[in-house]
């Protein structure tokens, strides 16, 4: 798959001359073993029952965003094990916050394929290359919470995924980027070892509805704020229908 190569040092200068953030790409060597390690060690080793569910909704090509829950930072090793490249063929390119990529972790998680985005003052050129990788028809992984919520509530949305998606979609028409919620679930709070661990999968939400005759900034804020409103709700519907289960598998246990 396509990637974007980005310089060795942790700044770049951007066509103005100002200094713009380092871009990410796969490493061809580390990002196959970190997948391994994850799928046939990491993540078996540590957990207990693992389900998951909703994996025919992941697309085999074209873009995509994966919206998952953020419960625990397990979240980021769980959703390869589940949709990752020994699944769907795919490599998946997290958005992680400025915080996260430095020193020895952020060495690794650009050659992962993460890119870093700073929350409190978003630059133009973190957000581009977000846009960059959807029109090379990647699959990205953005945390719609924000932080982690380790509560099993669905938080507010915040805003950037769907201003990337509809923004995204408006500059390439056909495009087709989707958005797929994803439920995951622990059990408790923090993880321990050998609890259980749910992954769900839901369908997706095509962006290209949001855009549809909206060709003004005006208009395409209004798509991205109604794209947020579903997603939320689109999550919110599954994190209760799971909840409706399991409290049902537990009233039939203790009957």
Known sequence: MKSS??????????????????????????????????RRLVVPAYFGPITITGQQHLPASGPVILAP?????????????????LVTGRDLRFMVTADEVKGLQGWFIRRLGGFAVNVRRPTVASLRHGIDLLLDHEMLVIYPEGGIRRDDRVRGFKPGLARLAVQAEATAPGLGVQVLPVDIYYGEAYPSWRCPAQLHIGEPLPVAAYVQG???PEGLKTGATQLTHDLQARLEAMVARRQAALGAQDSGQSQ
């Open 5 to 38: 190569e980005f310089p060795e040092s942790s700044t770049a200068l951007s066509k103005g001359g100002a200094m713009a953030p380092a871009q990410s790409r796969c490493s061809p060597l580390l990002t196959p073993l970190a997948y391994f390690l994850g």
């Open 69 to 85: 829950s953020h419960r625990a930072r397990w979240d980021s090793i769980l959703i390869p094990f589940a949709a990752g490249r």
């Open 214 to 216: 909206q060709d003004s």
